[in-house]
């Protein structure tokens, strides 16, 4: 699973149904275009991917704090030095059910897609990357098609 996640981490597939179901993240940029903060969100997920997850045994042990600050994007490091959450973070991603699906620009936002493995799931390590990399979640659900974003299909946050 590790490869397939790492492999989709550079993915536009928008309309693609994860297989067995998904959630879809819809987020607006502060402060940077929609680009700028997909390839940040991107960067950070390419090392995240690289740990693994608490399943993922063939890659041996989830990274310490240290380690873990110091194998990701100087962006990221300098938002997460010193955060309470950092510990709380790095272990829901371990422990996480879901997997990066996919990430593309719809108009002038971002549309995220996460693969979930096993229900309930908690997409709060999701949430506070987006956070971190300037992002704001407008929409969150079950899995939409992009004709679907900003019809009021997904659950509103605010």
């Known amino acids: 699973m590790i490869l397939e996640e790492q492999r ?9 149904r994860p297989p067995g179901g998904g959630f879809t993240l819809v987020v607006a ?3 940077s275009s929609a680009n700028e903060l997909v390839e940040r ?19 041996g042990d989830f ?4 380690e873990a600050l110091a194998g990701v994007p100087d962006w990221l490091r300098s938002r997460l030095e010193g955060r309470p ?10 422990e996480r059910e879901w997997v990066w699906w996919s990430s593309a620009l719809v108009g002038d936002r971002v549309k995220l897609d996460v693969q979930a493995l096993s229900l309930p799931v908690s997409l709060w390590p999701m949430r506070f990357l987006v ?17 679907e974003i900003g019809r009021g299909a997904g659950r509103e946050r605010g």
């Open 41 to 59: 969100m991107r960067s950070a997920w390419s090392v995240v991917a690289s740990w693994g997850r608490w399943s993922d045994e063939e890659l």
């Open 8 to 16: 989709s981490v550079a993915l536009e597939r928008p309309d693609e």
């Open 131 to 147: 956070e971190l990399a300037g992002g704001t979640i407008l929409e969150e659900d079950a899995w939409l098609p992009v004709g």
């Open 29 to 31: 940029p502060s402060g």
């Open 85 to 94: 959450e950092l510990q709380n973070w790095l272990d829901d991603l371990h």
């Open 63 to 66: 990274p310490e704090s240290e």
